[in-house]
């Protein structure tokens, strides 16, 4: 195993290394300095695709086996209340329209492997997705649209650091009427439940949100188009591939304002554009990125401009 580790930038805040993430989490001196201080991995890694892209994806067994090696790296630097959350999309059998569960059963071998928590399960309706498998959907027209990416939840101990209080949203427009009433249809269902309406007319800072993301409007604190649009612009004009995958800094910001204090360290070790650097920096976290691509390092500046 490599002792020195390979390229690392000091970089707007933060440190960004340039190689295969497996290669470098496995490294003895990554161990070394990372050992129980990362208190959140947020990363999307490359999903199981049936079409090749430009890195390459795997796929079948050979992309849950890759993908389930991550486990025990992560866990060694994991904090003892830190978090994993991976976002990823659904796999689709070659030639066939059905639903190919690459991406779950790399999840439960990822899991089984590190010995996880499933803490929770999120689910991220993106309505702008392309409509996909596209064979099945727009030619032979026996499947809908694939519109949701999963996101799921791990952790070491059952009760890692959670605070939904830092992402509360503005209630809807029935719960504030509720709220207006003060009156409910309580007392016993017709299944035999009792519903209470104790405590349920207190006003709080806000409502809990629930874990289907629809749209960010709730979450849109600290980024704004003009942010995206910046480091669009930024690798137009220095000539860098803007990322053709980067996740909304909203679901980034989501996470890491739910699991994680200012100050903790947040790892993305397929970090692409590094929205989660960015977002995390913003949010007074540290951070720590890995990516393979340098050009998308490169292009990262374009946030912090
Ligand atoms: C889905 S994209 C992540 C996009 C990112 N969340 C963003 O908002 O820009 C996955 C990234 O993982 C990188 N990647 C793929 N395999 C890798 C590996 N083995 N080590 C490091 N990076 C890798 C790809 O180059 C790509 O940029």
């Known amino acids: 195993m490599k002792k020195k580790l390979p390229s690392k930038y000091k970089l707007n805040g933060g440190f960004f290394y340039n190689d295969d993430s497996l290669k470098i989490l496995k490294s003895k001196a990554f161990v070394k300095k990372y050992k129980n201080k990362i208190d959140l991995v947020f990363t999307s890694p490359p999903f199981p695709l049936i079409t090749p892209k430009k890195y390459k994806n795997r796929k079948g067994e050979d992309y849950i086996n890759w993908f389930a090696d991550y486990a025990e790296p992560l866990k060694k630097v994991l904090s003892k ?8 999309g659904n796999s689709w059998t070659p030639g066939y329209p059905t ?8 999840l439960m071998k990822f899991m089984e492997k590190g010995g996880f928590h499933l803490c929770q399960e999120f689910v991220w309706y993106n309505p702008a997705k392309l409509p996909g498998p596209a064979e099945w959907v727009t030619k032979y027209r026996e499947r809908v649209k694939d519109s949701f990416t ?13 605070d939904n209080k830092q992402i509360l949203t503005e209630y809807s ?15 016993k269902r017709a299944t035999g439940h009792n519903i209470s309406t104790k405590g349920f007319f207190t006003r709080n800072k806000g409502a809990i949100p629930p874990n289907v993301f629809e749209d960010f409007d709730n979450f849109l604190r600290i980024s704004n188009t003009s942010n995206v649009n910046k480091y669009r612009e930024y690798c137009k004009k220095n000539n860098l591939p803007a990322h053709p995958a980067r996740m909304p800094p909203e679901l980034a910001e989501f996470f890491i304002r739910f699991l994680t204090k200012r100050k903790s360290l947040v790892l993305d070790p397929f ?8 977002v995390a920096s913003k949010l007074g976290r540290k951070w720590l990125s890995i990516e393979k691509d340098l050009n998308y390092i490169k292009g990262s500046n374009g946030w912090f401009k």
Request: hydrophobic share 40%.
């Open 81 to 88: 209340k830190g978090s994993i959350v991976i976002e990823i």
């Open 99 to 106: 639903h190919a569960l690459i991406e779950v059963k790399a």
């Open 173 to 187: 427009k029935g719960m504030l009427k509720l709220l207006q009433k003060k009156k409910y249809n309580s007392g």
């Open 271 to 278: 970090a692409g554009s590094n929205t989660t650097g960015y």
């Open 150 to 162: 999963k996101i799921w939840w791990f952790a070491k101990t059952p009760r890692p650091h959670a």
